[in-house]
């Protein structure tokens, strides 16, 4: 069906329709009209701040200068490292050596009661592949061991640890 003039008749309509939509969008608030996309900019991202605790670490050469347990005859020290966290300051030594586990710890228990550290001590069997954990504190001082041997080449792996309030 055809109007005057040769529209069809579902073209007011349509207009009619459209013209509607466009008046219910002048009744909406500006912040609310939808726009046309815009291309988003790209932000710098700010630098991320550090964590105030988080601890530094510092791998330095093998020396136990200022370590405050004695290294037990036998051991060689292969590596050690500095921690700083909060008010704490740390030095933890990597030990090999082909010295029984059990020895280690009874050596290292014998250091700690001479220093008056309250001893905790998980035996294990670590001359079978096992661990054993000695852990020492007191109110300013933690330090710990953690004694195992490879079952395959015998060698016996030691981490000694010290940690102290500033």
């Known amino acids: 069906m055809r109007l005057s003039r040769g529209f069809p008749i579902w073209l007011p309509l349509m207009i009619l329709l459209l013209s509607a939509c466009t008046s219910k969008q002048e009744g909406v608030p500006q912040s609310e009209k939808p726009t046309a996309p815009s291309v988003p900019s790209t932000p710098t991202p700010a630098p991320a701040p550090e964590p105030p605790s988080t601890p530094t670490q510092e791998q330095t050469s093998a020396t136990t200068e200022d370590f405050p347990l004695p290294i037990m005859e036998g051991l060689k020290v292969s590596l050690t490292m500095s921690t700083t966290r909060d008010n704490r300051a740390g030095k933890q030594l990597a030990l090999t050596g082909k010295v029984d586990p059990v020895r280690i710890s009874e050596f290292y228990e014998a250091e700690f009661r001479k220093r008056g550290l ?49």
């Open 118 to 166: 309250t001893i905790r001590k998980t035996p294990g069997d670590a001359a079978h592949g096992g661990e054993i954990l000695l852990l020492g504190t007191s109110d300013t001082v933690t330090t710990g061991l953690l004694v195992t041997r490879d079952a395959e080449s015998g060698e016996t792996r030691a981490v000694l640890s010290w940690s102290e309030g500033k």
